[in-house]
Structure formats: structure tokens, C-alpha cells
């Protein structure tokens, strides 16, 4: 069965770092266009980054300068790097797989303390 499974979230202090993974089942990771998204407590799931085939990344408003996508084809695995944590920043964080179909993961928990 094709998976993702998201790993690395925990608890931080903010302005502290975490490094999410997200790491892909099957055989098209390499052709896929995979994102992040999250979803803060009492609020809808919001678009945070994506990655494209070929590299080309883009960030939601909030996060840009902050977090830094990235993947790994060799691994399956796509990556947020999030630094300078804001408790705002507290969610479920999902991976997803955007084309050549939809898939979303479980979710990791983030939570940031101020």
C-alpha cells in the first residue's frame, strides 16, 4: 500500500528549529509534486510549501524566510526545515502528495512554547 509517513515533530521553544520528514512508499516519488500544509488548533488546514519535480519550491506568506522545503528522491523523503518557531507555528503538519494523484499522510503534531 502507498504511504506517507510524517516524522519530527515534537515540542520547542519558540525561536527554537524542527526538522519534519515525510517519507514516501511506491515508485513515482521522483515525478511527484509534494507540499506541507498544517492545520493550528480551532482553525482550517492552510498550505505551508511545496516542491515541484523538478525543484521549484514556493511557501505560504507566514512561513517564507523561515522554512525551507526540500527533498531527497535517493530517499523518497521530503523535508521542512523550520526555523525561528513562533508559537503561532503550533499545528498538525501534513504532508501531501499533489500530483500525479492526492494523498495526504497521518500528521505530526508541532507545538511551540513561548
Known amino acids: 500500500q502507498v504511504q506517507l509517513v510524517e516524522s519530527g515533530g515534537g515540542l520547542v521553544q519558540a525561536g527554537g528549529s524542527l526538522r519534519l520528514s515525510c517519507a514516501a512508499s511506491?515508485?513515482?516519488?521522483?515525478?511527484?509534486?509534494m507540499g506541507w500544509y498544517r492545520q493550528p488548533p480551532g482553525n482550517q488546514r492552510e498550505f505551508v510549501a511545496r516542491?515541484?519535480?523538478?525543484?521549484?519550491?514556493n511557501y505560504g506568506d507566514s512561513v517564507k524566510g523561515r522554512f525551507t522545503i526540500s527533498r531527497d528522491n535517493a530517499k523518497n523523503t521530503v523535508y521542512l526545515q523550520m526555523n525561528s518557531l513562533k508559537p503561532e507555528d503550533t499545528a498538525v503538519y501534513y504532508c501531501r502528495r499533489i500530483t500525479p494523484y492526492e494523498q495526504w499522510g497521518q500528521g505530526t503534531q508541532v507545538t511551540v512554547s513561548s
Open positions: 516542491i515541484t519535480s523538478g525543484g521549484f519550491t
Open positions: 511506491g515508485s513515482s516519488f521522483s515525478r511527484s509534486t
